[in-house]
């Protein structure tokens, strides 16, 4: 069973290829960034019950709202590779000079139940992160 990402989420697999995943609108851009977050880790991870066993730090330089998007993705991609540990909490925070800071809170990957492939890359196709009426929304495509 595949978790859900909230009840306005929708999520979409192509064999082989990838997910889209749309997430519910966030009331704030770095609240939802933090849910992308989430969402990517959801596509291939139940880490419900999971405790962090440590924290990781990221500091991303000012750039574009989507540029920002796939760097954090970016971020927990090499995490989950290099580092064999998959996020379980996330703080995302706004700098002053527009830039993101933040926690990862990490738990090994075996911690978790893996239900599918680690995305591999982020697709700039159909990406975005726009504010709305209702908060800021996201869509991202995720390489297999």
């Known amino acids: ?42 596509v291939f991870a139940d880490t419900a019950g999971v405790v962090a066993s440590r924290s990781v730090a990221f500091m991303l330089g ?31 925070q706004l700098r002053p000079d527009g830039g993101l800071r933040g926690r990862l809170g990490v738990a090994p990957l075996q911690a978790a139940i893996v239900i599918g492939p680690a995305p591999k890359a982020i697709a700039w196709h159909e990406l975005s992160l726009v504010p709305e009426r209702t908060g800021w929304r996201c869509r991202v495509t995720l390489d297999v």
């Not at 966030?26 to 990517?40: D, I, N, P, Q």
């Not at 574009?64 to 991609?77: A, F, K, N, T």
């Open 62 to 92: 000012p750039a574009g709202d989507e540029e920002q998007l796939v760097r954090l993705l970016e971020e927990v991609i090499y995490l989950v590779e290099v580092d064999g540990v998959v996020p379980v909490d996330v703080r995302v």
């Open 1 to 42: 069973m595949r978790p859900t990402l909230g009840t306005q989420a929708s999520r979409r697999q192509w064999p082989g290829t990838g997910y889209s995943v749309k997430l519910p609108s966030s009331s704030a851009r770095t609240a939802c960034l933090a849910e992308a977050v989430r969402g990517l880790v959801a």
